[in-house]
């Protein structure tokens, strides 16, 4: 290979490291718009919308999914196909009757694994608690203490509820 096509690649290769770089540093952080209703209600959500707020968001510590290790035995399928049944859909932890924090984290069982187009959401008493995302952990902050209901919902690619989880009852510790 002559030394101007060594010189071009890698010019190429440093390209390509600096695009993998950037991508790394835009995926350390997140911005979340917080928006506040007519009603006082606070939502937070990963779009921006009318009025809402940007925060610009630390990564959160990451917890191991349970099933992250195992390949996803179901066929490979395109976004938009019809919905396909998971054989488990259930709030792993924390368990019913649990005494947590006023800060916790909640991880799904999905089996097998979410798909691509399909997002979960987290209902706290009933209200949405986060925005639907494509994950199988979710984190609870500030919750007052007392009892709360939890419940997750599996959203199809077009946004419409597949599953609901059994809901769970834990106890915020004062």
């Known amino acids: 290979m002559s030394r101007k096509a060594l010189v071009a690649q890698a010019r190429g290769w440093g390209m390509g490291l600096v695009l993998v770089a950037w991508v790394n540093i835009t995926a350390a952080s997140s911005t979340v718009y917080r928006v506040v209703d007519e009603h006082g209600n606070v939502t937070f959500s990963d779009t921006p919308s009318e009025g809402g707020e940007a925060l610009e968001l630390a990564p959160l510590p990451g917890l191991p999914s349970e099933y992250a290790q195992l390949p996803n035995k179901s066929p490979a399928t395109s976004p938009g196909q019809p919905f396909m049944p998971y054989d488990r859909f259930q709030i792993r932890s924390p368990s019913a009757g649990a005494e947590v924090g006023a800060a916790t ?19 706290v008493n009933g209200e949405i608690s986060q925005s639907a995302l494509h994950s199988d952990v979710f984190w609870l902050a500030n919750l007052p203490a007392g009892r709360h209901r939890l419940q997750a919902e599996l959203l199809d690619s077009q946004g419409r509820r597949q599953h609901r989880t059994t809901a769970v009852t834990i106890v915020v510790a004062e």
Do not use: A, C, E, Y
């Not at 979410?114 to 979960?120: E, F, G, I, T």
């Open 105 to 123: 984290p909640v991880m799904l069982s999905i089996v097998p694994r979410l798909r691509d187009d399909h997002r979960v959401q987290l209902r």
